[in-house]
Each structure stands twice: as C-alpha cells, then as structure tokens.
C-alpha cells in the first residue's frame, strides 16, 4: 500500500485505496477460513484438487487471451487464475495424501509416484498456458511436501540428475522471454 501510494505521488487514488481494500477483504477472508476446523479442509482436499485440474484444463480451451497466454477465466463481474488455487489446494491434496500414508509406505514408489503425478498434472497444465514462473513454483511446493513427509532423499538425486540430463533440451523449449 505504501509503495502504491509513494508512486501516486503522495495520493491514495488511483492505486492505493483499492489496494488496500483488497487487502482488507483478504486478511478478514484468510481469519474467516482459519476458523474452519481442519477436518473439514482435508475432506475438502480431493474435490478441490480435481475441481481446479479441470479449470486449468478448461483454461488451455476458453481462457481470456493475454498477452499470448491463456492464465485468466472471465467469469463476467470477475476474472481469476486457477493456477493460483492451485498453490493452495495442492498443498491441502498432498497433505491428506500423506496423512493417509503408513509411514513404512513413504518411500515404496507408489507412495512416491501418486505424489509425483499430483504434482506434475498441474504444473504440466499451467506450463502449457505458458505460465513457466508458476508450475516451477507448483513443482518446488510438492517437492518440498514430499520432503518435510519424509521421502527418502535418493528420490530427490535422481530426479536432480534427470533434470541434470534432460536440461539442453528443456532449454530449447523455452520461449525467450524466459
């Protein structure tokens, strides 16, 4: 809000004031949902994870154009991002997924792979868009889910030299802006 207001020169209109009414609505929202108990936001986890795989899917074919991406849907009054959702609910999906999981099961690889799959169905979709910034940071977040679950850490050296290996040609699919 400040840096919003020092670029108005010193005026809360055209930027601030709004800001900061978002802002409000925002943190007044984030206390509401707080209060929620936890049981109700991990039997909600699933339905919210395949309800935002499909915006993003929905998304690639009928999302607004900008730019020469497809990140927004126009839904008349409002537009939004579900790749934005998708920060939050791959987090709550990914932590029932786990608390779920017998311990001993964390490292056999289908309690790697489901994880695995969780993440890159998302941020494949939202990297289609193109939208690069954003499935990295889906693919750091489920990364680091599957380490505070307890993966073990050889998982994570091959995946490193996959990546290692396939990086010249992941180069070549980027754009030049990126």
């Known amino acids: 809000v400040a840096a919003l207001y020092s670029v108005a020169g010193g005026a809360m209109e055209p930027w601030a004031a709004a800001h900061l009414g978002r802002l409000t609505l925002g943190i007044a929202l984030a206390l509401a949902l707080s209060l ?10 699933y339905l919210a994870y395949a309800t935002v795989v499909v915006l993003l899917g929905v998304v690639l074919f009928q999302g607004a154009l900008v730019a020469g991406a497809r990140r927004w849907l126009d839904l008349g009054a409002f537009t ?3 790749s934005e959702l998708m920060k939050i609910v791959l ?3 990914l932590a029932r997924f786990y608390q779920a999981l017998p311990p001993r099961r964390l490292s ?6 489901v994880p695995v799959l969780m993440i890159l169905v998302p941020a494949i ?6 939208d690069l910034g954003t499935a ?9 889910m ?3 679950a307890g993966v073990n850490l050889l998982y994570f050296g091959a995946a490193l030299a996959a ?11 980027l754009h030049d802006y990126q």
């Open 36 to 45: 929620v108990a936890l049981r109700f936001w991990m039997g909600l986890s």
């Open 80 to 82: 939004f991002q579900p």
């Open 91 to 93: 987090v709550l999906a």
């Open 108 to 113: 056999h690889p289908i309690g790697v792979a």
């Open 125 to 130: 979709l939202v990297a289609r868009q193109p």
């Open 136 to 144: 990295l940071i889906l693919v750091a977040v489920g990364l680091a």
């Open 146 to 148: 599957m380490m505070l």
């Open 163 to 173: 990546v290692a290996v396939a990086a010249p040609q992941l180069w070549q699919q």
